[in-house]
DNA sequence: CCTAATTAGTTTCATATGTAACCATTATGG
DNA sequence: CCATAATGGTTACATATGAAACTAATTAGG
């Protein structure tokens, strides 16, 4: 009779256990954290750093295939290029054949940067997944891709 | 003698995999999918709401209070309540025996409000969840404590 | 071909957020 | 007591972010 249910009353919500906000605060607490390591000593911001990261694997690529692979809206990548253009950490050039597309890549100076930065984000992964069991990685990987398609 | 790393070849970051930023991604879009059941329909935001749950929960509280319970620095503390308090949602009077201290409480249609969208919050908690196991719920709970620990 | 619809990217404007300076009140130390 | 520090909260300013309007180039349909 008496509906037992998991959490509390059903209808109390408890903010320090709700899944949406521990998502946010751990997201939001890594993140700073690891801006720190890069932001202060670099002079990049998020969207920066985003651009650069994937540009260091998958270059040339177009804003829009940024888009794609930083799940950031064309709006924060124009502004990230724009600023990685003006310190000459990218460089453009038009495509040839579609003269909308514009071919990002780091420029010498920006592959340099990149090759500096990523050995501290890297580090600084296996610093939090230290303390984890392989189980735990391997769980958590799988439960934010189940999160991601629900949500 | 070759260091067979595991990840990749350990210099190469792999912007999809990166714990930093998947957990972005995922808090983002679930943060999103959550604000779109309350922010059109109640008019609220992030913080408001988190006002909201915890006063609906604790109250009376001081701002500052607020602040540890909802780890938002009390800027954000002061800018939620001042919308709230337009909005009269919620109440505040004077601490008697400190007068810098400002009791805050849900007022009436606050409370109202609030149990109008613990339930919203809690169904799209529960779909979330849903998809996983119960040992991937405890294992994800204690890896955000980790998580949060070492970040 | 020539117009309408699409796509790539930028700009604009409104809102959100963070840091630091600030005011008021209460605590502390000589 | 009185000056100084500490606390609670707000304000101001600078920067970040998002939605929508805009420009330029390409594609599609008649």
Same mark, same amino acid.
Request: aromatic share 6%; with cysteine.
């Given at each position: 009779?008496?509906?037992?249910?998991?959490?509390?009353?059903?209808?109390?919500?408890?903010?320090? +256990?709700?899944?949406?906000?521990?998502?946010?605060?751990?997201?939001?607490?890594?993140?700073?954290?690891l801006s720190k390591q890069y932001?202060?000593r670099f #002079?990049l911001?998020?969207?920066?750093w &985003?651009?650069m990261a994937?540009?260091g694997r998958?270059?040339?690529?177009?804003?829009?295939?940024?888009?794609?692979?930083?799940?950031?809206? @064309?709006?924060?990548?124009?502004?990230?290029?724009?600023?990685?253009?003006? &310190?000459?950490?990218?460089?453009?050039?038009?495509?040839?054949?579609? $003269? +909308? &597309?514009?071919?990002? $890549?780091?420029? @010498?100076? #920006?592959g340099a940067l990149h090759r500096q930065i990523v050995p501290l984000a890297l580090d600084y992964e296996r610093q939090l997944l230290a #303390?984890?069991?392989?189980?735990?990685?391997?769980?958590?990987?799988?439960?934010?891709? @189940?999160?991601?398609?629900?949500?």
């Amino acid at each position: 009779m008496g509906k037992t249910e998991r959490h509390n009353s059903a209808d109390e919500l408890a903010l320090e +256990r709700f899944l949406p906000y521990r998502l946010s605060i751990v997201a939001q607490t890594v993140s700073r954290a690891l801006s720190k390591q890069y932001g202060k000593r670099f #002079g990049l911001n998020v969207p920066q750093w &985003r651009v650069m990261a994937v540009l260091g694997r998958f270059a040339p690529l177009s804003a829009s295939q940024v888009c794609e692979r930083t799940v950031m809206d @064309k709006v924060a990548v124009s502004r990230a290029v724009t600023a990685l253009l003006q &310190r000459g950490l990218i460089e453009r050039t038009t495509d040839s054949t579609d $003269r +909308r &597309r514009l071919a990002l $890549r780091l420029s @010498k100076p #920006g592959g340099a940067l990149h090759r500096q930065i990523v050995p501290l984000a890297l580090d600084y992964e296996r610093q939090l997944l230290a #303390g984890l069991s392989a189980q735990e990685r391997a769980t958590l990987s799988a439960v934010f891709d @189940k999160l991601l398609r629900s949500a």
